[in-house]
């Protein structure tokens, strides 16, 4: 059994009540709306975030109401919607081994439905009375969402990301939404100001780790990841893993960036950019890059950690450590 498993176990019947009102809320009068719909849904991933947000109202307030679950839906809806935006800004097929939106379809398809599960993530935060504070994380979250894809996107141009640069882009794009999807379940749960602001804090740092992992998961092989290696280099994308490699090995850091930019993204020099790729890529697995990042990921999750002391021990705060435990361990 995964760790995911046990908690949809820990969490109980809620669980169900979420996988049901995420149905529901996404039925249309649109066929072709709702064949994409379930298409989306069954080849959704571990529903990382939903399972987070009911957890932590079980740990914050023993029980789950109503607008936890709302929630737990919510951040499910967004979550997806972005990735189908995603996958038309980087021209993805694939995505968790299965063709994407995209392909299937069309990248204007991809696009509006996207959109469609945005707007439904904030009719249902209206609908279910979720306080306005709530609908202001989660509104955020998608404001810093779009902003950190952006802001990734004119560093890839630069191609002079640092550290800093790279923690500003993950607090947007990936923190933001693990934020809003603790932070709104412990807000309706009735925690306190204090414990609200520790959950803030523990879902931000452990969204910072959660792409840190992802990152580092892009260095090892295709089989491993059920996704294309090397896809951040051919996006030109400067990732924890190869800061690493380069602040180990400085007298190196001007030549990989200049052969970063050799990655010209043109159907006709695949072969000579993925050659590059690959000389990229054997640069941060000499250099000690992926331990290195390792190293950091576990930093953040040590923190993340911390801040669950603040609750009282309860199997829900154990499964909030062990999402924090699985991310750690790759």
Sequence with gaps: MTFT???RNIIGTEWTGFETLLSKELESRS????????????TSGKRLRPLLALVTAKACGGSVNLKAVACAAVSELIHNATLLHDDVVDGSDMRRGKLTVNRLFSPGVSILVGDYWLTK???????????YSVLGLYSKAIEL?????????????????????YIEVISRKTASLFVASVKGPAIVSGASDKVVEAMGQFAWHLGCAFQIRDDI?????????GKDSDCDIMERKITMPLLCAMHRNPSM?????????????????????RKVAEEIREFVLDNGGIESAKAK???YT??????LEVLEPSVYRDAMKSVTDYVAGL
Excluded: F
């Excluded at 993530?121 to 279910?128: D, F, G």
């Excluded at 969402?145 to 640069?165: F, H, K, N, S």
């Excluded at 040590?302 to 801040?307: F, L, P």
């Design 5 to 7: 498993e046990d908690i």
């Design 31 to 42: 066929v072709l709306l709702n064949r994409i719909n379930s298409y989306v849904l069954g």
């Design 121 to 131: 993530a904030i009719h249902v935060l209206i609908s279910y009375d979720c306080p």
């Design 145 to 165: 969402l779009a902003e950190g894809e952006i802001l990734q996107m004119e560093l890839a141009d630069t191609l002079a990301a640092v550290e800093e640069d």
């Design 217 to 225: 998961l892009d260095y090892r092989p295709s089989s491993d990841t």
């Design 253 to 273: 850091e001007e030549y990989i960036r200049r052969r970063m930019a050799d990655i010209t993204a043109d159907p006709s020099r695949i072969a000579e950019d």
């Design 297 to 299: 990921l576990r930093q």
């Design 302 to 307: 040590d923190k993340a950690s911390g801040y």
